[in-house]
């Protein structure tokens, strides 16, 4: 196994060197740049005509050895360059390429190695514009709404695919027992053509994965990490199934679905919060606020069960009631969702803990926005371990200072104001 991780890796550092291949993935991205629906200008550069290809094998060649590089425990860094550059040279096939069925599941699979290496935002980007008028299989829909946390419409989607009964082993038996009907309109009792027993076998794996998605939400809403291991089970079953089959695209759904979901749940707040909450805490509270912080987070229209790469270092230190911390992140990248977990940990623990929420620039709209100002956030969230209560000092902004005003000086008395709240906050926790 060692020297198999050990190849592993070097083919992937080889294959995601700038210039490798005569530039294959710089020359893909540039033609992405300047062709309309899969053509190019009258005076485009001669890209060559097997380009699109080339980048395909490149993307999921390399797609795979991330994978099997994942499997075998190798480091996350380079695992994470192999699913970003994959992701790109898919994504320079399809970006503004020519419409097809082809091209909206290699946009969904450039979408799933973009999430693999944590870049969920490139993903959402690829994924949330024409996913209703894609031409998608049921499971290569599921597995898109999976990525884009509609847990809601998935739940939908599942509901509606049992309920029509297609999948069913009744259906699916009669399927494959009919009799072949030939041309002069005589039935025989022959076997079946192959292409129509596979089509009847893919409908049996699309509910096989539609089971397995529903087992997996049942397992982000109740925090049971049995049944995901149930789920993924299933999948490791219908993977067998398409690689004997030959059934490609059926094959990548399950591949990458049994890598999502055990990222998704090795990132929810089922695996990061613990059980037993805060020291001192009474547990019969904590895992009731527990759990119903989760559910809050599960039923909303985007799912936020799970955490970002930003978020999780700081998710598992608000709990630790003997150490400070400052968080500070740009805005909307979830310090709220952090520091939730914190205040309730501190309601039910017998060590007390301040907090403060400073605002790092007014979100007043009043021009001031100067390019010295870095990652304008909403509030740095600081933690400290000392009993006495905080009591605001007089130079805590007022609403009458959040209006929005063009005046130089009121934005740079703002500025002043902000600067001492946080620095106040800083010598308060520390």
């Known amino acids: 196994m060692a020297a198999m991780l050990k190849e592993l890796k070097a ?23 300047i062709w309309r629906d899969g053509a190019l200008p009258q005076d485009a550069p001669n890209f060559g005509a097997e380009l699109s290809d080339d980048l395909l094998s490149y993307g999921y060649s390399l797609l795979q050895h991330g994978l099997r590089y994942v499997d075998l425990d190798g480091d996350a860094e380079t695992a994470r360059k192999a699913f970003e550059v994959a992701a790109e040279a898919l994504e320079a096939v399809v970006a503004r390429g020519t419409a097809s069925a082809d091209r909206d599941f290699h946009r969904l699979v450039a979408a799933a190695a973009y999430h693999l290496g944590r870049f969920s935002a490139r993903a959402y980007s690829l994924l949330h514009q024409g996913l209703a ?5 049921a499971m290569e829909k599921g597995l898109a709404k999976l990525m884009l946390r509609d847990l809601n419409g ?5 509901g509606a695919w049992f309920a029509s009964g297609q999948g069913s082993e009744d259906a699916v038996i009669a399927a494959l027992g009919q009799p072949d009907t030939l041309g002069n309109g005589d039935d025989t009792d022959s076997a079946r053509s192959p292409d129509e027993r596979i ?31 149930l789920a993924r089970e299933r999948l490791q079953h219908g993977l067998e199934v398409a690689g004997e089959l030959e059934l490609v695209s059926a094959w990548w759904c399950h591949r990458l679905a049994v890598h999502l979901l055990g990222g998704l749940w090795e990132t929810s707040f089922h695996k990061v919060l613990p059980l037993s909450g805060p020291h001192g805490a009474e547990v019969g509270d904590w895992a009731r606020l527990r759990k119903l912080f989760i559910a809050s987070l599960y039923r909303r229209s985007k799912s936020e069960v799970d955490l970002w790469p930003s978020q ?9 009631v003997g150490t400070n911390l400052v968080l500070s992140l740009p805005t909307s990248a979830g310090k709220t969702r952090i520091a939730w977990p914190a205040w309730r940990g501190a309601s039910v623990s017998s060590s007390s803990r301040r907090f403060g929420r400073c605002p790092r620039r007014p979100r007043s709209g009043c021009g001031a926005r100067s390019p010295h100002w870095v990652s304008p956030s909403r509030a740095c969230t600081a933690a400290s371990a000392p009993a006495a209560r905080m009591s605001m000092p ?9 209006r929005p005003k063009s005046s130089i000086s009121h934005c740079a008395a703002i500025r002043r104001c902000w600067t001492t709240w946080v620095w106040w906050c800083w010598t308060r926790a520390t």
């Open 11 to 33: 083919n992937i550092d080889a294959a995601v060197v700038p210039g490798f291949r005569a530039r294959l993935l710089a020359r893909g991205q540039a033609r992405a740049m």
């Open 133 to 137: 008028e894609a031409s998608l299989s």
């Open 154 to 158: 998935l739940a939908r989607d599942v």
């Open 199 to 229: 089509d009847a076998v893919l409908v049996a794996l699309e509910d096989n994965f539609m089971a397995a998605l529903a087992i997996a939400m049942l397992t982000l809403e109740r925090g049971d990490e049995a049944l995901l291991l």
């Open 312 to 320: 999780l270092q700081a998710a598992r230190r608000v709990l630790d």
């Open 394 to 402: 007089c130079a805590r902004p007022t609403s009458s200072l959040l």
